[in-house]
């Protein structure tokens, strides 16, 4: 397994960032985008703080968690 790279070394100018159509138009959410194969997420609120990168694999078992239920707790 390839470890993935420090997100502070990446320039994440050319991103184009994703919010969800739920999340009513505000700043406060979060926004996807890819970058060299993973997603990047980044708080709406802080667009010029380095964002949190992930693997295909692991953004889709966070969004399976979610629909089954998994993470409700946290809410």
Do not use: Y
């Amino acid at each position: 397994m390839s470890t993935k790279p420090d997100p502070a070394g990446l320039d994440f100018s050319g991103v184009t960032w994703e919010k969800s159509p739920f999340s009513g138009g505000s700043d406060n959410c979060v926004e996807f985008g890819t970058i060299g194969g993973l997603i990047a997420v980044r708080d709406s609120k802080r667009p010029e703080q380095t964002p949190l990168l992930f693997t295909r694999d692991e953004i889709a078992a966070m969004i399976a968690g979610a629909k089954h239920g998994s993470l409700d707790h946290l809410a």
